[in-house]
């Protein structure tokens, strides 16, 4: 059984910086993408940030590229989302999520993934 435990949200001020962690267990990392998404309240599910190939792949949203920097510890089990530079509108509930096997195109279409997390709350004040 796949579980996912994100943790590592939390309130910070716009420029500021966060560091998400998700730990994985019954998963085998580099097995597949995994990813984070987010969901703002009355806004559709995001994905901002895939890592592929074992960890030597990564895509981002344009909306989080060069502020976001998603990476793996295999020792660990752990996926990891370094935010910098946030801005209020990155506030939101944020998701990791994994899949076997490689999505290939489309890699941050949320339907391509079948395990999720409970998600963490970013929050970013101005």
């Known amino acids: 059984q796949v579980q996912l435990v994100e943790s590592g949200g939390g309130s910070v001020q716009a420029g500021g910086s966060l560091r998400l962690s998700c730990a994985a267990s019954?998963?085998?990392?580099?097995?597949?993408?995994m990813a984070w998404f987010r969901q703002a309240p009355g806004k559709a599910r995001e994905g901002i940030a895939t890592?592929?190939?074992?960890?030597?792949?990564?895509y981002y949203a344009d909306s989080v590229k060069g502020r976001f920097t998603i990476s793996q510890d295999n020792a660990k089990n752990t996926l990891y989302l370094q935010m910098n530079s946030l801005k209020p509108e990155d506030a939101a509930m944020y998701y990791c999520?994994?899949?076997?096997?490689?999505?290939?195109?489309?890699?941050?279409?949320?339907?391509?993934?079948?395990?999720w997390g409970q998600g963490t709350q970013v929050t970013v004040s101005s």
């Open positions: 019954g998963y085998t990392f580099g097995s597949g993408n």
């Open positions: 890592i592929y190939n074992g960890g030597r792949s990564t």
């Open positions: 999520a994994a899949r076997r096997g490689n999505t290939g195109g489309r890699p941050l279409s949320d339907y391509l993934y079948s395990y």
